[in-house]
C-alpha cells in the first residue's frame, strides 16, 4: 500500500485513502463470514462530483455462492428476488450464461456492525448454475447511492461476461474417469 499512498498528491487526500481503506477492511470482515468468495476494491476519482467521497468513490464488488432447493434455472433466479425483503428495481434477464435476475437494495448499517453510517447501495446480480442447485450472487456496493444508475451498468455488464464453463475442462460430475459421459 505504502507506493499507492506515496502516489496521493497530497496529504488530505492520503488521509481520506487511508479511512477509505479502513472502512473496506471492516465490511470484507463481515463479508467472508457470509459466504463471500472473491472480492475486488474500486478506488477512483469522482469526475461526475456527485459520489459523497470528496472526490473518491469507493465500490466494493463480490461473488459469493449460495445454495438453493433445485429448481429449473429460471424459476430459481425469480425466486432468487421473490422471498428477498427489502430489494427493489427488480429486473429478469436472459444472459450469455442463462437467466438472472438483478435487484437493489439500499441498507444503512447499524453502529454495532462497525461499519460506517452511511447508506450503502448494494446491487444483486443473481445467476442460477446449470447444476439447478447453487447461485452465483455477484454483488457491487457502494456509499455513492446517487449513481446507482451508473452502477446498475457496471454490474450487468459484469453478470453478461460470466461463465459457468470449467476452464479445465469436462467436470467429474458430467464425466467418468476415462473421459466418457455417465
Same mark, same amino acid.
Given at each position: 500500500?505504502?507506493?499507492?499512498?506515496?502516489?496521493?498528491?497530497?496529504?488530505?487526500?492520503?488521509?481520506?485513502?487511508?479511512?477509505?481503506?479502513?472502512?473496506? $477492511?471492516?465490511?470484507?470482515?463481515?463479508?467472508?463470514?457470509?459466504?463471500?468468495?472473491?472480492? =475486488?476494491? &474500486?478506488?477512483?476519482?469522482?469526475?461526475?462530483?456527485?459520489?459523497?467521497?470528496?472526490?473518491?468513490?469507493l465500490s466494493?464488488?463480490?461473488?459469493?455462492?449460495?445454495?438453493?432447493?433445485?429448481?429449473?434455472?429460471?424459476?430459481?433466479?425469480?425466486?432468487? !428476488?421473490? =422471498?428477498?425483503?427489502?430489494?427493489?428495481?427488480?429486473?429478469?434477464?436472459?444472459?450469455?450464461?442463462?437467466?438472472?435476475?438483478? =435487484?437493489?437494495?439500499?441498507?444503512?448499517?447499524?453502529?454495532?456492525?462497525?461499519?460506517?453510517?452511511?447508506?450503502?447501495?448494494?446491487?444483486?446480480?443473481?445467476?442460477?448454475?446449470?447444476? &439447478?442447485?447453487?447461485?452465483?450472487?455477484?454483488?457491487? =456496493?457502494?456509499?455513492?447511492?446517487?449513481?446507482?444508475e451508473s452502477?446498475?451498468?457496471?454490474?450487468?455488464?459484469?453478470?453478461? $461476461? !460470466?461463465?459457468?464453463?470449467?476452464?479445465?475442462?469436462?467436470?467429474?460430475?458430467?464425466?467418468?474417469?476415462? &473421459?466418457?459421459?455417465?
Amino acid at each position: 500500500m505504502e507506493p499507492l499512498l506515496a502516489s496521493a498528491p497530497d496529504d488530505g487526500i492520503r488521509r481520506q485513502f487511508a479511512a477509505n481503506l479502513a472502512d473496506v $477492511l471492516r465490511m470484507f470482515h463481515v463479508l467472508s463470514r457470509e459466504g463471500m468468495v472473491h472480492c =475486488s476494491l &474500486g478506488l477512483h476519482r469522482d469526475d461526475t462530483g456527485q459520489g459523497d467521497g470528496g472526490g473518491v468513490l469507493l465500490s466494493l464488488f463480490t461473488i459469493a455462492w449460495m445454495g438453493t432447493a433445485w429448481g429449473p434455472r429460471g424459476v430459481t433466479a425469480a425466486r432468487a !428476488v421473490a =422471498s428477498a425483503e427489502g430489494h427493489t428495481h427488480i429486473d429478469y434477464a436472459e444472459l450469455p450464461c442463462g437467466p438472472a435476475t438483478f =435487484s437493489e437494495t439500499v441498507r444503512t448499517p447499524t453502529l454495532e456492525s462497525g461499519l460506517p453510517g452511511r447508506p450503502l447501495l448494494q446491487i444483486h446480480a443473481h445467476l442460477p448454475h446449470p447444476d &439447478g442447485t447453487s447461485l452465483a450472487l455477484l454483488t457491487l =456496493s457502494t456509499t455513492a447511492v446517487v449513481l446507482r444508475e451508473s452502477y446498475r451498468l457496471v454490474l450487468r455488464q459484469m453478470a453478461e $461476461l !460470466v461463465s459457468f464453463d470449467d476452464p479445465f475442462g469436462q467436470t467429474s460430475r458430467e464425466h467418468d474417469e476415462d &473421459g466418457g459421459p455417465r
